[in-house]
């Protein structure tokens, strides 16, 4: 299943306003989950390509399954000199390009003060790049950026950063000299009741509203600790939807397990991948079927339906807020139905409170 960019009559007037934006400028670009930032900016790679006189354009993201979306996108449009890459592959490619050596770090981060030094000399090497999901990106690695190129385009939504202390839609206009962010207002991507429940995680103003109506958000009680229930729970689901595309979020460290009991569970017609960092499980966006992620590489993927297995067990990370971010991001990625499983009720130490608004909200899901 590649992708399929929607066409001009599909676009809404301000997603057409987004798209017909010079390219000889910087632009900021602000938008909730289901507004159409990834769309734009894919669209935004093809103008770029077009006018950009042989120097290429990149495209960067911060996470590996969204990097292989985009290239399927990328390749599926024909797009001519664009490169899409994780910012990780992006340092590592250039260092070794230009024999730079070992890129510098400090602590656990990169030594963004060094690696603006060493590629200082480069000039301006890209006619364009062009950022998925900026607020995740440091402010520092985006001035290198902008020093690096003719002209950028960044899309942001602070809402959705699940790490901390990154980049803001403020300090995105400072380092870019923008005098102010366009927006983006609608959603395309979610039904209202999926939005609606989104609202609860939403920690700065409310999403972007829609008016598609579709199904409540259904959810499970599972056996406490019953991996085994919550698993036949879900392939009882996937078996009703094999010819959709179905996204499992889980915790890092249960990638493993799911992938496993899904494989062993489900019929060989059915596809199950899995995105494992470090690892060769990668997902192949061509193909329907199962793509388990985690929660720290869901950031700008969609599904038709997604399943959030333990969603009263998602790992407390940064702080409150980027937590919260965490299950907003989640619970916004499909586009038609919302399944939730749960063990308990109450809060458990060490993880997210997600169930406690899920409670006093009562009536916006199908509780089974």
């Known amino acids: 299943m590649g992708f399929k960019l929607p ?66 996108a990328v390749r599926g449009n024909y797009y001519k000199n664009v490169k899409v890459l994780t910012y990780h592959q992006w340092l590592n490619d250039i260092y070794r390009e230009y ?102 995680y939403c920690k700065d103003g409310e999403p972007a509203p829609t008016n598609i109506q579709g199904k409540k958000p259904v959810i499970m009680k599972c056996v406490p600790g019953g991996f085994d229930d919550q698993n036949r729970k879900m392939v009882d689901i996937i078996k009703r939807n094999k010819e959709k595309n179905i996204g499992i979020i889980v915790n890092p460290s249960a990638l493993n397990n799911t992938f496993k009991s899904l494989r062993n569970l489900l019929s060989s017609d059915v596809i199950v991948q899995m995105h494992k960092p470090k690892t060769d499980f990668k997902i192949d966006f061509d193909k329907l079927g199962v ?13 038709d339906i997604v399943l959030l297995p333990m969603f009263d067990k998602i790992e407390m990370k ?17 586009v038609n139905e919302l399944y939730l499983f ?19 909200n009562r009536g916006m899901l199908d509780w089974k």
């Open 342 to 360: 749960y063990w308990s009720e109450r809060p458990s130490p060490g993880k997210i409170n997600t169930m406690t608004a899920l409670t006093l």
């Open 291 to 303: 793509k388990i992620v985690s929660y720290g590489t869901m950031k700008g993927l969609e599904f």
């Open 99 to 200: 024999d730079l050596g070992y890129i510098p770090k400090e602590g656990d981060d990169h030594d963004w003060e060094t690696v603006a030094f060493d590629l200082s000399g480069i000039g301006k090497k890209y006619a364009h790049v062009i950022i998925d999901e900026a607020q995740d990106f440091s402010i520092e690695l985006l001035k290198i950026l902008k020093r690096l190129s003719d002209h950028m385009t960044c899309f942001i939504d602070p809402n959705q950063a699940i790490e901390i202390a990154k980049t803001d839609t403020y300090d995105a206009i400072k380092a870019l000299c923008v005098e102010s962010p366009y927006k983006l207002t609608k959603n395309f991507r979610n039904t209202k009741q999926i939005r609606d429940l989104s609202a609860l």
């Open 7 to 72: 066409n001009g009559s599909e676009l809404s007037e301000e997603q057409l306003d987004i798209i017909n934006l010079p390219t000889t400028r910087d632009w900021v670009i602000k938008g909730a989950p289901g507004t159409g930032k990834t769309v734009m900016a894919i669209y935004r790679a093809g103008q770029a390509s077009h006018v950009s006189a042989g120097k290429p354009v990149l495209m960067l993201v911060y996470n590996n399954p969204l990097m292989r979306f985009l290239s399927t």
């Open 318 to 334: 940064d702080g409150s807020t980027v937590d919260a971010n965490r299950a907003y991001v989640a619970v916004s990625r499909p």
